[in-house]
């Protein structure tokens, strides 16, 4: 929730465009935090500090306030960075993804075997096309894009997709908007790429979205499209 509150609030994004280390009480300004709360400010950094998602420093004196900064590997919490994961975060720590985790006793002792935790904490399932709240699929289509372009630059980097030459297609089964497929695509123009999701999914891929990609609209437990090569990616 810690970790949730600093994105929500945007201190990732300062700590890196500050440029410098910067003090509680600079933080608090930039991020608008009322006066009164500055001491609650400095004890959620404190607790993000010893997590290791942020560091901090003094100066040698130590009259000096305790200065905070980014370390590079938060960097993937800040927004403007490709690979940015905190999309991710900010969905498995929304509360309709931690209510089911609060229900698991009792849905160890429940009798119906169909029934997931999720459905038990919200009476309906998680992959619906009809969700909980209006703008989940929006948050998962997001948090599952920001999880696949980190693989993705990984991918690129280590020339991983270089196993992928020679297949003439390949499937990404629940490959949500595109993300991976449409790298594929990039890097190997001469592989036809499909997507496979959910039909509510794919339908929110308008033309000019789909960079060469073909979007298919199904369910992977009933029929997955022929291909080359199948790439299933777990979250």
Not at 99 to 108: A, I, M, Y
Not at 208 to 213: F, K, L
Request: with cysteine.
């Amino acid at each position: 929730m810690s970790l949730k509150c600093a994105i929500e609030l945007g201190i990732p994004d300062v700590l890196h465009n500050h440029r410098k280390p910067i003090t509680l009480s600079e933080l608090a300004t930039f991020l608008s935090i009322p006066p009164s709360k500055t001491p609650a400010l400095g004890s959620l950094m404190r607790l993000l500090v010893h997590s290791g998602l942020f560091a901090s420093h003094r100066h040698q004196g130590g009259g000096e306030e305790e200065s905070y900064f980014l370390p590079p590997t938060s960097e993937i919490l800040v927004k403007e960075k490709k690979a940015c994961i905190s999309p991710f975060a900010l969905m498995i720590l929304n509360w309709i993804m931690v209510v089911p985790g609060h229900q698991l006793g009792e849905w160890f002792r429940a009798g119906a075997a169909g029934e997931t935790p999720f459905d038990m904490a919200h009476g309906k399932g998680l992959f619906g096309e009809t969700n909980v709240r209006a703008d989940l699929n929006d948050l998962f289509n997001e948090a599952m894009a920001s999880d696949a372009r980190l693989v993705t630059e990984v991918a690129l980097l280590r020339r991983q997709w270089e196993v992928l030459r020679g297949v003439r297609s390949v499937v990404d089964v629940g490959g949500g908007t595109g993300t991976v497929a449409k790298s594929i695509a990039k890097a190997l123009p001469e592989v036809r790429c499909m997507v496979l999701d959910l039909p509510h999914v794919v339908a929110t891929m308008d033309e000019d979205q789909r960079e060469g990609v073909e979007f298919i609209g199904g369910d992977m437990f009933e029929h997955i499209p022929p291909a080359d090569a199948v790439l299933l990616k777990v979250g």
